[in-house]
């Protein structure tokens, strides 16, 4: 399809220009025939009226009409091959800039069919689920209460997994547009990677799991929800893929007007390869799920690198498979303006 299209936005700008090129090379042959004529015109008249010595040319023009009509010919020759190699040369250029345009159009489209293949297969699972209790449950003519409020509990499991994908992807897709404007305010650090301790706290109790808080407090400016949720995203990511009885340390200094902030784990860590895609949209659903049972749909991180982009902020990863993985995420102390 886009070979097409690239093709027919050269052969457009192959038009232009050439319309361009011929109109004038027109409008020269034109004025350069008209200047032949006028000399030739002027140099009879002379001759024809017997001017005085002193009027004429030291070295008169002997035009011969042949000789213009030959350099009108050859001035349309040149001009041809001119037209020619213009022809040529924005053949090449116009493909070429064709490709150029078109390529951030082309990868939009991939982006969005990897979109909506990457969401019909996490949409699929919990709605196979859904159907397939629903229609065995129906099948069943002697189902108890029991076992209905089962199916009831089951079913509602997979719905908030629906919702769950649903509002990360809203999410993501408000960060990525700059929608939902962040709005800059002076906060304590501190203050910030405490609440998002406090809302993965269960979820660490329930591996037994100790974070180790050694966080330097600062005042920063920037989004404190979004920036307590970027922390929410990396410790929650840090329990799930850490086995029990391990810990997760973070630590934070100050550099060049930045806070550094470092989570580390214990856990099973990412093979080298994997690395450059963490952030990916949907990464986990392709590449862990089949390391790991625990839960998710792999929005997080893409949702972390949004907040950090809009902070002017950015991210490193460092990793040991089998022994641990290291965030380090810098975010500048202050903001001028609006956060994009």
Do not use: C
Not at 3 to 28: G, N, P, Q
Not at 48 to 57: A, M, N, V
Not at 112 to 132: C, G, M, V, W, Y
Not at 270 to 285: G, K, N, T, V
């Amino acid at each position: 399809m886009f070979r097409s299209a690239r093709i027919k936005l050269t052969t457009w700008y192959l038009l232009i220009i050439m319309l361009i090129s011929v109109s004038f090379s027109v409008a020269m042959y034109k004025v350069l025939t008209f200047e032949l004529d006028r000399v030739e015109r002027t140099h009879r008249l002379k001759i024809e009226r017997g001017l005085p010595e002193s009027f004429r040319s030291p070295r008169p023009l002997l035009l011969d009409p042949e000789l213009i009509t030959e350099t009108k010919n050859h001035l349309k020759i040149i001009l041809t091959m001119i037209n020619l190699a213009i022809l040529g040369t924005s053949a090449v250029a116009g493909y070429f800039l064709a490709g150029r345009t078109l390529k951030p159009i082309s990868e939009m489209l991939e982006e969005q069919n990897r979109f909506i293949t990457d969401a019909s297969h996490e949409l699929r699972t919990p709605l196979t689920s859904l159907k397939s209790e629903i229609e065995v449950s129906l099948r069943d003519k002697k189902l108890t209460l029991a076992e209905a409020k089962e199916l009831l509990t089951s079913n509602l499991e997979e719905a908030n997994n629906l919702q769950v994908l649903s509002d990360g992807l809203i999410k993501l897709t408000q960060y990525q547009k700059g929608g939902n404007d962040l709005m800059i305010t002076a906060f304590s650090l501190a203050s910030s990677v405490g609440e998002a301790i406090r809302k993965v706290a269960k979820l660490a109790k329930n591996k037994k799991i100790t974070i180790m808080n050694k966080i330097i407090d600062y005042t920063i400016e920037g989004s404190e929800s979004a920036l307590t949720e970027l922390f929410v995203i990396f410790l929650d990511n840090a329990i799930k893929y850490s086995p029990e009885h391990s810990k997760v340390n973070l630590t934070s200094e100050k550099t060049d007007g930045q806070v550094v902030i470092h989570i580390a784990d214990q856990g099973m860590g990412i093979s080298e390869e994997d690395i450059p895609h963490l952030f990916d949209r949907f990464y986990r659903a392709d590449k862990s799920r089949a390391k790991s049972d625990a839960p998710g749909y792999g929005l997080g991180l893409s949702i972390a690198r949004q907040i950090i982009t809009r902070h002017h902020g950015s991210v490193k990863v460092r990793s040991i498979p089998n022994e641990g993985t290291t965030f380090t995420v810098q975010i500048p102390i202050k903001h001028s303006g609006k956060l994009i």
